[in-house]
Nanobody, 121 residues
Framework: QVQLVESGGGSVQAGGSLRLSCAVYRYTHNTICMGWFRQAPGKEREGVAAINNDGSTIYADSVKGRFTISKDNAKNTLYLQMNSLKPEDTAMYYC???????????????WGQGTQVTVSS
């Protein structure tokens, strides 16, 4: 069974940085599209960034220029470098994966349990 395990969350002051990681286990498909999502209390889950199998990326407008998604295929790990953090970035962050490119639009099949990010003003 595919397992995604996030880490790297924590508490930081506004303007600070964090790097989230997502380790992927027992993934046997030949292609992988991966993404980061977040959900704040009382709000719907929203997409943050995604990276397709070919390395192309997509970002939510709210994080463009501040967040960077990347992956290390050798380590089966996805990253999200978050800079210039704002209080509105506070949320539970989830990692997702799917064999289909473009899952940002069609939906991801595999999800992690999440890691909390809290940004104080």
């Amino acid at each position: 069974q595919v397992q995604l395990v996030e880490s790297g969350g924590g508490s930081v002051q506004a303007g600070g940085s964090l790097r989230l990681s997502c380790a992927v286990y027992r993934y046997t498909h030949n292609t992988i599209c991966m993404g980061w999502f977040r959900q704040a209390p009382g709000k719907e889950r929203e997409g943050v960034a995604a990276i397709n199998n070919d390395g192309s990326t997509i970002y939510a407008d709210s994080v463009k220029g501040r967040f960077t998604i990347s992956k290390d295929n050798a380590k089966n790990t996805l990253y999200l470098q978050m800079n210039s953090l704002k209080p509105e970035d506070t949320a539970m962050y989830y990692c997702a994966a799917d064999p289909v490119d473009g899952s940002w639009y069609s939906g991801f099949g595999y999800w992690g349990q999440g890691t909390q990010v809290t940004v104080s003003s």
